[in-house]
């Protein structure tokens, strides 16, 4: 079982930054890909960024390609997504989630979801 915490969700005026974290319990945190994902009202759960478990392979939506950065940290059990540029058509409420082994950008990939937290970008 993993359990998973995100944290670090606000609300940032457009052109602002953000970096959510999200901490995982377990100890074989290194061995599951980490995604995030967001979903804004009314809209289906969307794929935003995934790292693989050694954190050497990263792939990004293309609406965030550029502007957002995963990164993990397996000594602490957590990953990240640096968030930057916003754009009001990146609010939404972002999650963490975790699938043993290498994972996909399907969210019906991954087994393990965090509560979310949410992200507001004011125009």
């Known amino acids: 079982q993993v359990q998973l915490v995100e944290?670090?969700?606000?609300?940032?005026?457009?052109g602002g930054s953000?970096?959510?974290?999200c901490a995982a319990s377990g100890r074989t945190f290194s061995?599951?890909?980490?995604?995030?994902?967001?979903?804004?009202?009314?809209?289906?759960?969307?794929f935003v960024a995934r790292i693989t478990g050694s954190g050497a392979s990263t792939y990004y939506?293309?609406?965030?390609?550029?502007?957002?950065?995963?990164?993990?940290?397996?000594a602490k059990n957590t990953v990240y997504?640096?968030?930057?540029?916003?754009?009001p058509e990146d609010t939404a409420n972002y999650y963490c989630a975790a699938t043993y082994g290498l994972g996909t950008s399907n969210r019906y990939n991954y087994n393990y979801w965090g509560q979310g937290t949410q992200v507001t970008v004011s125009s």
């Open 61 to 74: 939506s293309d609406s965030v390609k550029g502007r957002f950065t995963i990164s993990r940290d397996n």
């Open 31 to 46: 061995s599951y890909t980490m995604g995030w994902f967001r979903q804004a009202p009314g809209k289906e759960r969307e």
């Open 18 to 21: 953000l970096r959510l974290s």
């Open 7 to 14: 944290s670090g969700g606000g609300l940032v005026q457009a």
């Open 81 to 87: 997504l640096q968030m930057n540029s916003l754009k």
